[in-house]
């Protein structure tokens, strides 16, 4: 399974970005897709999961702000990201578990300041 990441960028603190995954036309569509970040010098931390019952959770941090949502007919999984703020900044990937193996975006960077 291949994951492409676009969509980041350098954003003002308040400001709002959408980032999208495009996934190959092959990958089930009852999978569970999320979007992690990594922050200079910080681990990995999940920010949003779309369960294969398409329930929705994010972290504490991004709830209210944050909001993830998938397109199968497009083969791709957005993360809308309103009144961004510093802490945002990071490495955004993508991620899907396909039959219990894990599979990586390399990553689109967004910069808030």
């Known amino acids: 399974v291949q994951l492409v990441e676009s969509g980041g960028g350098s954003v003002q603190a308040g400001g709002s970005l959408r980032l999208s995954c495009a996934f190959d036309?092959?990958?089930?569509?009852?999978?569970?897709m999320a979007w992690f970040r990594q922050a200079p010098g910080k681990e990995r931390e999940a920010v949003a999961f779309i369960g294969v019952d398409g329930a929705l959770r994010y972290a504490g941090s991004v709830q209210g702000r944050f909001t993830i949502s998938k397109d199968n007919a497009k083969n791709t999984l957005y993360l809308q990201m309103n009144s961004l703020k510093l802490m945002d900044t990071g490495m955004y990937y993508c991620w899907v578990r396909v039959k219990g193996v894990e599979y990586w975006g390399q990553g689109t960077q967004v910069t808030v300041s």
């Open positions: 036309a092959y990958t089930p569509a009852n999978v569970r």
